[in-house]
């Protein structure tokens, strides 16, 4: 996928009143509340209330522009999965709540934007590959994760396939589950994902770290 910007081409006007993350940030909007179709120069000027001319400051074309749409994601939704699966924890509780930390924030990991593109994925075969290839680094991430708490290989790699695909199953249906109530649930979570039991001052633990990251503050 091309990075964001072309080095070669000259900064634009010093009164373009939309920035390259504008345009990006733009066509993500339109990507998750439209679908892939309305993501058009005319739509997206139309949204900035921009000239199109100025989409040309940063894209060669629309196709650049979705390479780099897709490089967002991959960026942002990804990394969140990869970066949360890799920090250092004391226990296997402590690394399970750090990547039920991306699941609690939409600055980390927005499910709607992942929907979008496995939507988009369905009409591209280029996308449908990197759908694929971010769901295996998702899940060799987890299961590195377990790894690194004494699980044997094919048992990490199980349970890095079921916590993931629960979750992304989790939003598949739309269960509208608040995150009040999601808290009630995150020791039984612990422990089945794990296999372990945690104590209670591990889940009470966890809740209170999910609780703040959710935004949740009884």
């Known amino acids: 996928m091309s990075k964001l910007g072309n080095p070669k081409k000259k900064k634009p006007p010093a009164h ?36 199109r001319s100025s989409f040309y400051w940063y894209f060669k074309d629309r196709e650049e522009l979705l390479e780099a749409l897709l490089s967002h994601w991959q960026e942002t939704n990804t990394a969140a999965i990869l970066d949360q699966s890799s920090i250092p924890a004391s226990n296997i509780f402590e690394a399970i709540t750090n990547l039920f930390e991306c699941w609690v924030d939409e600055d980390f990991y927005d499910p709607r934007f992942d929907f979008a593109i496995r939507e988009w994925s369905r009409r591209s075969p280029t996308v449908r590959t990197a759908v694929d290839q971010a769901d295996e680094k998702r899940v060799q991430a987890i299961a590195a ?42 020791g039984r979570y612990l422990e089945n994902f794990s296999g372990q039991k945690p104590s209670d001052s591990e889940i009470k633990t966890a809740v209170e770290r999910l609780k703040i990251r959710s935004g949740i503050t009884s």
């Open 16 to 51: 373009t009143k939309a920035t390259k993350q504008d345009w990006l940030i733009a066509a993500r909007t339109i990507l998750i509340d439209q679908g892939i179709e309305r993501v058009k120069v005319l739509t997206l000027a139309e949204t900035l209330e921009v000239s």
């Open 145 to 186: 994760m377990f790894e690194s708490h004494d699980y044997v290989p094919g048992d990490a790699f199980t349970r890095a396939r079921v916590l993931y695909f629960m979750q992304i199953g989790y939003y598949a249906i739309e269960l509208g589950e608040t995150p009040e109530t999601r808290m009630l649930y995150i």
